[in-house]
């Protein structure tokens, strides 16, 4: 039997919401073992003077506890 587990992190990047993605998953990945899916829970931007300054993505982290 096998017990799995789900955080919510939060990651932002100046590029894209792809690269915040993949950010938190790396950033996460040093802490947590046995990473087995995330799911996009929210995008948001930030805006300053009409122009994106930066994206921001809520994920579910799943992880199988050893």
Known sequence: MSVAKT???T???RKSFDDAMRGGLKTAGKTLKNIQGAWI???EVV??????T????????TFVLE
Do not use: C, G, P
Not at 47 to 52: E, L, T
Not at 54 to 61: A, D, I, L, N, S
């Open 54 to 61: 930066e994206y921001r993505v809520r994920t579910r982290v």
């Open 7 to 9: 955080i919510e992190i």
């Open 11 to 13: 990651a932002t990047s």
């Open 41 to 43: 829970q929210d995008q």
């Open 47 to 52: 805006v300053a003077a009409s122009k994106i």
